[in-house]
DNA sequence: CGCTTACCGGTAAGCGCTTACCAAAAGAGC
DNA sequence: GCTCTTTTGGTAAGCGCTTACCGGTAAGCG
């Protein structure tokens, strides 16, 4: 309960120096638990600070101690239309900042997130002020171009999320190329599909792009026909799937055997169109995702995905970039390992027991793919082997 | 492109002065746009900044101004195992957070995101840590004790969302009554269910509260039997949502007509234990939701709910948060309107055009609650009386 | 060319905290 | 009671930036 004839400006270490009858110096040890003060100083202390409500300035200690404890994040919203039904996209970068946000508990850090537009102009100032603010900064996605990027990272360490790993730069990523041979692996030679499609996200990211490569890739290798032209360009929305399956419905073309979508959202809104237009799934067209967000599993049927540790992924960045801030020295490029969940999209038939809530949900390993580039892979634990697991809910 | 022969330090103005050839004075006032810099000067200035690729140090500002730029937000994570899949109850806060976000980024503000696990003790001292580093604080659901909201609210403002108001704090929350109201009031009066259900949330949940006081009220004025005992106690997470049901199945209990659920979490739990005992939604049992989240519509059948303005009232809080940082006025207590949105799972028909994608959702206002506290209402965006609305999907 | 009006440079104080320093005081041990 | 060891108080500097002050210099004008 605060003191209420205290004075009227914001109170100092020098208020509760004077309550307590002690020096600002012995407040400062106590806070900061350097020196070894006594037991009844402390208490006087520790007893002053409640009674006022004391709490240090933060702006105050990160300028003295050239520390601030906050690590900046910036990521793009969905789209400008700020308060209309902004649904996709966010789930993803939600949780990946939730790992963030657990790592950084862990080492008495704060994250400072910022949002931007996708358009945005000013980019980089926007950035700048965050980095201006914070000890270091994670990067969603490809938030600057490599300059502004390379002007950023001059000034604090700069981790990059998903995007390519660049020299003075520090990358976190997945194994996108491992998931998706292992994805249409299953479609292909598993259950024999002999036509699958890709339904891109935005043509621009480097998380795409990888995707579509090892998609064309292993169809190739599989000897299966693949689509992935114009006309299937997705941009990572549940809008984005569904329109592309509507356009093509519309024009009565013929629908491939299996359907790969570049994420999660975009499968959502394929399978709400397909299942509109009456096309059964996994009956007539299988339908499978990318990044398994939390509602893949309730969807009917539950999609068949690749699992990124997004989590994971987030607080590896995190650590990472600690290291960096604390010691000088971060690894550059960090790889982590995707998993192939297989539910019931992609025409497998469910393991699910009619009585009990259950085993469900076969998670398959994803060979870890040798790219040749150095990089190393984290996160033994995500490398179970065929096996059946208990579902959460 | 930072120049690569610059000192070991982090650049200050001085370097950006010493550069330019100006005074540190002349820096600040062109980058503050203080004063009437000639042309020349702040022409010289900017090149040297971006020369240099200087970023002015948030800490040395925010302590010389007495304005971080900041505002915490706080709140709980789902639970303490970390890593596993934490699904639940992560979409709600993220939506809203994004509206404190984005109305943070128009005034030039950052959000410093803090998460607290529900097992952790110490509360109070990590709300103080970010109340340090942030001009203000918004804190989500029931984070702190009275005392220690008032030890914090002495320090920095404070705003609490869904939270009960209380002296020497602001709180924003949504009209529970009046979307619950009308909810029930749809199930019993228009649909004439005779046995209607309150699957709850977390018992000390002020919302939860609010919500069943309402439904109970409502079911009663209308006539029907309303179900609410310690059987159906869930927590506002799919899991708990699906324990109530198999529990109530297991012991072979009838089900009421309808379920009314605490939230869209809640709904998607208890639609996927019926669907696994074979109980069609709506036909034999009508089960609706709370909140809206962005899946909401993607459920088979798609979920009548109450959609809540996650959004705004993000955007209020902060906004009110403002006003009471910048001018030390702020509203104590505002009330936010929401919307029936009436879909399929309670047992209306839908009206989506099986060709194309268009027209869905029927959005129904709720007559604001006149709860006699003198709360105001905002927001007339929302008060759209019945009609049809196009569909984002 | 002399005058008024900008604008600018240099300087200094101060935001709240940490920390080093040393002298002074309090405790411990005999 | 007298050393010998902690622990403390007072002081000061400094983190990087903003801002006020004011004498000086450059631009604008008649």
Request: proline share 5%.
């Amino acid at each position: 309960m605060p003191d209420p004839k205290r004075q009227k400006g914001p109170l100092t270490i020098y208020d509760v120096a004077s309550r307590a009858g002690v020096s600002i110096a012995s407040v400062s040890r106590v806070l900061n638990g350097q020196g070894t003060p006594r037991a009844a100083t402390r208490e006087r202390v520790m007893q002053a600070v409640t009674e006022l409500g004391f709490v240090r300035d933060g702006a105050a200690r990160a300028l003295s101690n050239g520390l601030k404890e906050v690590v900046g994040v910036v990521f793009r919203r969905g789209d400008e239309t700020l308060f209309e039904d902004e649904d996709e996209s966010l789930l993803f970068i939600d949780v990946i900042n939730r790992g963030i946000d657990v790592a950084a508990q862990r080492r008495g850090f704060d994250v400072l997130i910022s949002s931007i537009g996708y358009n945005d102009e000013n980019v980089t100032p926007r950035v700048a002020a965050v980095a201006g603010k914070a000890d270091g900064l994670i990067l969603h996605d490809r938030m600057l171009s490599a300059s502004g990027l390379n002007r950023i990272a001059g000034t604090v360490p700069v981790v990059t999320l998903a995007g390519t790993p660049a020299r003075g730069l520090m990358n976190v990523r997945c194994d996108n190329e491992a998931g998706m041979r292992a994805l249409v692996h299953h479609l292909v030679a598993d259950h024999g599909y002999g036509t699958v499609a890709y339904l891109s996200g935005r043509t621009d990211s480097p998380d795409n792009r990888a995707r579509l490569k090892a998609f064309e890739a292993e169809a190739a290798a599989n000897g299966a026909e693949a689509q992935a032209g114009p006309e299937w360009h997705g941009n990572y929305s549940a809008a984005g799937g569904a329109r592309v399956i509507n356009a093509l419905l519309d024009e009565h073309r013929d629908l491939p055997r299996a359907i790969v979508c570049a994420n999660d959202q975009t499968a959502l809104g394929v399978m709400h169109a397909l299942a509109r237009r009456g096309i059964m799934v996994p009956q007539d067209v299988a339908v499978t995702g990318f990044d398994d967000v939390p509602v893949a599993r309730h969807l009917h049927p539950p999609l068949t995905t690749i699992r990124q540790p997004m989590q994971e992924l987030g607080a590896m960045a995190f650590d990472i970039l600690y290291s960096k801030i604390s010691t000088g020295k971060g690894d550059p490029d960090v790889v982590l390992p995707v998993q192939l969940i297989i539910r019931e999209s992609c025409g497998c038939t469910s393991r699910v027991s009619r009585t009990t809530a259950g085993k469900k949900d076969s998670p398959v390993t994803a060979p870890a793919s040798s790219d040749g580039t150095g990089s190393r892979v984290f996160g033994r634990r995500f490398a179970r082997t065929r096996h059946v697991r208990v579902d959460g809910t």
